[in-house]
């Protein structure tokens, strides 16, 4: 079976590789007649050929979980925002909006006006308590102490960091806080997947004052807010936008 699987993938490349060599040569009489513009040469190929699909995939948790911070922030226009090694794609964004502080465990080398870049371990903050009035901690939780990122493993990892982000918020602040949603379970060593009960159990005291979720399958819905508690259940690996704000 296996001698059958590589023939056929060898099969298979050499078809792709045939249709390749096929389009260039064509693309490359069109240059020439068109008077040669810019240099075609098959040393300067660069294939892409996953690309001609019907539709346009994209990751559903960062690109919507992203649009909805984005609209917060918009919203409440905080005159600093913190974030904690969320995506870097995220707090580059956010910086056209309002200046944004980031820290990272692996600090990147990202420079941008209204962007401060620090290096912060989520476990201990190099922030003062209570000081910090908008902060985000999006799609991170999950993936502490699970070692995937060079981190130390602690079965615990998650709710030390979150008692972290408690600890830095300010009263009357803000928190948006991202993590997986479904049925609850590890899946070693990617990342955690939370219970909706089980997030506002670990801020309990906090009130939560938006909920959005974003289902498995986009049939269910693409940015739900306020879903039922049916459909969080129903969820695999869904992703829940929470926005928490601190007893004042």
């Known amino acids: 079976m296996r001698i059958l699987r590589f023939l056929k993938y060898l099969r298979e490349k050499s078809r792709?590789?045939?249709e390749f060599k096929?389009?260039?040569d064509t693309f490359r009489r069109l240059a020439t007649e068109a008077g040669n513009r810019m240099p075609v040469e098959w040393d300067d190929r660069f294939p892409c050929l996953d690309d001609e699909t019907d539709?346009?995939?994209f990751d559903r948790h960062y690109v919507y979980h992203m649009a909805w911070a984005m609209r917060v922030l918009t919203r409440t226009m905080p005159e600093l925002h913190v974030d904690v090694s969320s995506r870097l794609d995220f707090a580059a964004l956010a910086s056209a909006i309002?200046?944004?502080?980031l820290f990272e465990y692996r600090q990147p080398d990202l420079v941008l006006d209204q962007l401060q870049v620090m290096q912060g371990d989520l476990l201990n903050l190099p922030v003062t308590d209570?000081?910090?009035h908008s902060l985000s901690c999006m799609h991170v939780i999950e993936h502490v102490g699970l070692g995937r990122y060079g981190d130390q493993m602690d079965a615990d990892g998650d709710m030390k960091a979150i008692a972290e982000l408690k600890r830095?918020?300010?009263?009357?602040?803000?928190?948006?806080?991202v993590v997986p949603i479904g049925r609850p379970r590890v899946q070693f060593n990617a990342h955690r997947i939370y219970s909706f009960e089980h997030v506002r159990k670990q801020f309990s005291g906090f009130k939560l004052a938006e909920f959005?979720?974003?289902?498995?399958?986009a049939q269910d819905g693409h940015l739900v807010f306020n879903a039922s508690p049916e459909l969080c259940s129903a969820q695999n690996y869904g992703c829940g936008c929470f926005l928490f704000r601190k007893p004042a």
């Open 22 to 24: 096929t389009r260039f």
């Open 98 to 101: 309002v200046p944004v502080q």
């Open 55 to 57: 539709g346009l995939d």
């Open 130 to 132: 209570s000081s910090v």
């Open 16 to 18: 792709t590789n045939s």
């Open 168 to 177: 830095v918020l300010a009263p009357g602040g803000q928190l948006l806080f």
């Open 212 to 217: 959005a979720l974003i289902p498995d399958k």
